[in-house]
């Protein structure tokens, strides 16, 4: 997937009906609101088409001119629309099937969230999904050994004589390689946002 800023995304959204544009949208946004549905005990059938209402109800919205970036951040904006369509759908079900839920687990008692647990669980998924974006876009500029290095050492948690070892790097460089990649990731992060 290229690499394209939330403002990007919403410019060619905004005055496009190109599939090409659309897609771009949807793969960039619903995972997000698929996790976050999922997460709020939705089965995954319902949480596709959770997400497919949250994205057409956010289209339309967009092009009426009822979300303006200047006024707050695209995540806040779709959290409100997502929760909304989630919540609607899941009240929708019968009661038997909210009391135990044999699909995704989950009981009646712990469909019970207040606001603050909700968004906390969509920051999650939306600090996971721009996190995601940016570690690919990290690996696609810069060189292969390098990514390896942050990678093993900085996700994977390996002792940094391991990396050394297995990548034939200095130690000083496996740390050169984690500051480069961390550093282009906060960038990668500010401009996403």
Not at 139 to 146: F, K, M, Y
Request: glycine fraction near 4%; charged fraction near 30%.
């Amino acid at each position: 997937m290229e690499w394209a800023t939330t403002t990007q995304i919403l410019e060619e959204l905004e005055d496009s009906n190109d599939s090409h544009v659309w897609k771009n949208f949807c793969d960039h946004f619903n995972p997000v609101v698929v996790r976050f549905a999922r997460r709020l005990g939705l089965s995954a059938v319902d949480a596709e088409d959770a997400a497919q209402e949250a994205m057409m109800t956010f289209l339309r919205a967009f092009r009426s001119g009822k979300y303006q970036p200047a006024k707050g951040r695209l995540s806040d904006w779709l959290f409100g629309v997502a929760r909304r369509v989630i919540l609607n759908l899941r009240g929708r079900r019968p009661l038997e099937l909210l009391i135990a839920d044999k699909a995704t687990g989950t009981s009646f008692w712990d469909l019970i969230q207040d606001d603050h647990d909700i968004k906390t669980t969509w920051e999650t998924e939306w600090q996971q999904m721009v996190l995601s974006r940016c570690l690919e876009q990290v690996r696609r500029e810069v060189d292969h050994r390098i990514f390896n290095a942050f990678e093993l050492y900085a996700l994977c948690d390996k002792p940094v004589d391991e990396v050394t070892k297995s990548l034939g790097m200095s130690r000083n460089a496996v740390y050169i390689a984690k500051s480069r990649v961390l550093s282009r990731l906060r960038q990668l992060k500010g401009q996403f946002e």
